[in-house]
């Protein structure tokens, strides 16, 4: 006959909540470890930056003082525009976005992949209708528009670096995002047109000082007294 005092203590439904509890806790940490398992097979944010190309129109309809008024505004008094180039920085962005939404819809995990299309676009080298095509004029006055369309292209590549360090610094995380279900997308959107969108264009604009380079009262000269004085007489 056993000794009451020492026999086990059976209790079925305490052990029973012993038991549920250990079973909630494993189903707990499976699901956290689930979660966590599908978030880590999504792809790496990226970002990827594209060249806007397009060929650059050329327009010989318009007079010269026509283009005189719709040229750079700093133009020095008695100068006139024979050739322009005009290129309007443009910026577009394609985004794709892989995620995992977690069962109960609370949160969401999502890794974006960004492309970044950027140039000048439309480009236009205007020569004035003045001088016909395959005039000694109109070559010199549409060479000197290309050297701006170089200028335009050189730029292009000159910052391409940059702005893929810049942005890949921003978005490049080390893995995906996390956050309320259904909102990365919209965030995303609202960042690329408040801040990156007027960041490139602003970038891309510094062109301006690379043009001031070619437009020098010395290059003036040379194409107002280039083809034997023939510019000069056709402006006057």
Same mark, same amino acid.
């Not at 470890?33 to 097979?41: H, K, M, V, Y």
């Not at 397009?54 to 719709?70: F, G, H, K, N």
């Given at each position: 006959m056993t000794n009451p005092r020492h026999s086990p203590r059976t209790d079925p439904d305490r052990r029973h909540a012993g038991l549920l509890l250990s079973v909630g806790l494993a189903l707990g940490v499976s699901a956290n470890?689930?979660?966590?398992?599908?978030?880590?097979?999504l792809p790496s944010p990226s970002v990827s930056l594209k060249r806007h190309e397009?060929?650059?129109?050329?327009?010989?309809?318009?007079?010269?003082?026509?283009?005189?008024?719709?040229g750079p505004r700093n133009l020095p008094a008695g100068k006139q525009v024979l050739g322009l180039t005009r290129g309007t920085a443009s910026v577009r962005?394609?985004?794709?976005?892989?995620?995992?939404?977690?069962?109960? +819809?609370? !949160?969401?995990?999502?890794?974006? *992949?960004?492309?970044?299309?950027?140039?000048?676009?439309?480009?236009?080298?205007?020569?004035?209708?003045?001088?016909?095509?395959?005039?000694?004029a109109y070559k010199e006055i549409h060479e000197h528009e290309l050297r701006h369309v170089r200028a335009y292209q050189a730029h292009l590549l000159r910052i391409e670096q940059e702005?893929?360090?810049?942005?890949?610094?921003?978005?490049?995380?080390? +893995?995906? !995002?996390?956050?309320?279900?259904? *909102?990365?997308?919209?965030?995303?959107?609202q960042e690329l047109e408040e801040r990156w969108g007027p960041y490139i264009r602003r970038e891309m604009n510094k062109v301006d000082a690379a043009q001031a380079l070619i437009d020098t009262p010395e290059e003036y000269a040379r194409v107002a007294e280039s083809c034997g004085g023939e510019v000069k007489r056709l402006t006057r």
């Open positions: 470890a689930l979660a966590a398992d599908r978030c880590d097979q397009e060929p650059v129109s050329l327009d010989i309809r318009t007079s010269y003082r026509t283009l005189t008024l719709i962005f394609e985004s794709r976005i892989s995620a995992y939404t977690d069962p109960a +819809g609370r !949160w969401e995990c999502a890794s974006p *992949q960004l492309t970044v299309t950027y140039g000048f676009s439309p480009m236009t080298v205007y020569v004035a209708r003045e001088f016909p095509q395959g005039s000694c702005l893929a360090d810049t942005l890949k610094r921003r978005f490049v995380t080390d +893995g995906p !995002w996390r956050g309320p279900v259904g *909102q990365t997308r919209t965030r995303l959107q």
